[in-house]
């Protein structure tokens, strides 16, 4: 079955900067579009960036030029580095997949911005 486990959270300073991991294993990662959403305490979850199979990424503009998706296919990892951090990043970040009508979710890794 498709399983996605994401790392690399944890609480950090505003103006640091982290990089995410979400491994997926259970399906043939390179032919699908990898995505990272995000969700605050009484928000709805929110998407973050994209990245299609071909590897070109984008961002949500509200962390344009400071996020940025990538993929490594020989891994079957899609990474999220996030630099210049701010409070309004903190959050549960998720790695999804689109299987036609089925959304595959990591458990989520928690990211916190604080001093």
């Known amino acids: 079955q498709v399983q996605l486990v994401e790392s690399g959270g944890g609480l950090v300073q505003p103006g640091g900067s982290l990089r995410l991991s979400c491994a997926a294993s259970?399906?043939?990662?390179?032919?699908?579009?990898m995505n990272w959403y995000r969700q605050a305490p009484g928000k709805q979850r929110e998407l973050v960036a994209a990245?299609?199979?071909?590897?070109?990424?984008n961002t949500a503009d509200s962390v344009k030029g400071r996020f940025t998706i990538s993929r490594d296919n020989a891994k079957n990892t899609v990474y999220l580095q996030m630099n210049s951090l701010k409070a309004e990043d903190t959050a549960v970040y998720y790695c999804?997949?689109?299987?036609?009508?089925?959304?595959?979710w990591g458990q989520g890794t928690q990211v916190t911005v604080s001093l």
């Open positions: 999804n997949l689109r299987q036609g009508n089925i959304d595959y």
């Open positions: 259970g399906i043939a990662f390179l032919f699908y579009d």
């Open positions: 990245i299609s199979a071909g590897g070109r990424g």
